[in-house]
């Protein structure tokens, strides 16, 4: 139906991510105030374990697309059967998670529906028969309110990337929604790219564009081995370690871990930002998140200007002190 808010159902190894119960929650939201459905739409290949864990979280309608061509996430068949999909049934909206992998689709499915992507959004709503998105501008300093109506023709669907770790995720209540398999049909010239070898991650390490709680070192902390103090704190916290861009340029960190406006977005509960001065770039990419504390040598440090508790101290007494003293209020707690 043209009032159906729909959300891509990203999974990995078997579970939902995270941030696919934050869509399902803004979906169900926007859905209600629009007087359209909450509409899962999940990929992949034997879906029947995945379709079952996410009715428990109440979407109206799951749509499955099950097809051994859709087994790996690959560009060219998710793009196909996605653009086809809407073309047909033309929801109001089409939200993604601003992961990596929708990085690559959201916009290539927009694009095929020759529709508006909304990318990296920290507020949605639905008011006066619109979508209205908001938008961090110039590294977080302005925030931008744009709506599909201005951009799309009606009908048109609007595609948006919401930014992990802003909206409330859905709940399991239960529930046991209307499950549609939908018909995959991909063309061979869609068959791309071809996949040779799958790398796992080595470490089982907490994901950090999904982490609660981030410790981030910036040049303060000297070098690679300065690293393994934020490592423990993160070990005692389930925390996730970023690092400035000049950790990354200097090799101390891979670009991966790299926070800010070349680097990945991230909005944790807790962001311990260790030795990081705090220029806009860096701010850039967490300045969303939800607490911040800045523990750094100099006291005049821009980072103290956006941190909610500031410690003025040699990160490498600081550090160590709250690992300590986490451990021990864990232990007993
Ligand atoms: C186009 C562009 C894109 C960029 N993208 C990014 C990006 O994505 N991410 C990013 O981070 N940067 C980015 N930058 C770089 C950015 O401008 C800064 O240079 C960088 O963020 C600084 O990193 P830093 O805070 O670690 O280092 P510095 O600015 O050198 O700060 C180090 C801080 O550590 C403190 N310190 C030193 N020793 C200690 C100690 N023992 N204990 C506690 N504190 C200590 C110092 O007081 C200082 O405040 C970008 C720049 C450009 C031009």
Redesign the pocket.
């Known amino acids: 139906m043209a009032t159906d808010i729909w959300f891509f159902a990203e999974h990995k190894d078997g579970n939902l991510r995270k941030v696919t119960l934050e869509l399902l929650g803004e979906a169900k939201r926007l859905a209600a105030a629009a007087g359209g459905e909450a509409v899962a739409v999940l990929a992949g290949s034997g879906l029947g374990g995945l379709a079952g864990q996410l009715g428990q979280y109440g979407p109206d309608r799951i749509i499955l697309l099950d097809d051994p061509a859709l087994a790996e996430y690959r560009t060219g068949p998710y793009t196909n059967v996605l653009a086809v999909l809407v073309a047909e049934r033309k929801p109001l909206a089409f939200l993604f998670g601003n992961t990596a992998l929708t990085r690559d689709l959201a916009p290539r499915v927009a694009g095929r529906c020759g529709a508006p992507l909304f990318s990296d959004c920290t507020g949605a709503a639905y008011r006066d028969g619109a979508l209205h998105f908001t938008r961090p501008m110039y590294g977080g300093k302005l925030y931008a309110d744009v709506t599909g109506a201005a951009v799309g023709q009606p009908g048109t669907t609007v595609f948006a990337a919401l930014r992990a770790n802003v909206f409330g995720a859905a709940q399991a209540t239960g529930g046991s929604p209307a499950v549609e398999t939908a018909a995959v049909a991909v063309p061979p010239d869609a068959l791309w790219p071809v996949v040779k070898e799958t790398l796992a991650q080595v470490s089982g390490k907490v994901e950090l564009a999904e982490a609660n709680i981030i410790v981030s070192g910036?040049?303060?902390v000297?070098g690679a081995d300065g690293f393994k103090v934020l490592e423990e704190l993160a070990d005692a916290l389930g925390a996730a370690v970023g690092a400035?861009?000049?950790?990354v340029d200097n090799g101390w960190r891979d670009y991966k871990y790299?926070?800010?406006?070349?680097?990945k977005t991230v909005s944790p509960t807790l962001y311990i930002a260790?030795?990081?001065?705090?220029?806009?770039?860096?701010l850039a990419?967490m300045s969303s998140s939800k607490c911040i504390l800045a523990?750094?040598?100099?006291p005049e440090?821009n980072i103290f200007k956006v941190a909610d508790y500031g410690i003025v101290?040699?990160?490498?007494q600081v550090v160590p002190a709250l690992t300590q003293e986490f451990r021990r209020l864990l232990a007993a707690s």
């Open positions: 910036g040049r303060g000297g400035s861009r000049m950790a790299q926070v800010g406006q070349t680097g260790c030795g990081i001065s705090g220029a806009i770039q860096h990419g523990i750094n040598t100099d440090a101290g040699d990160l490498f």
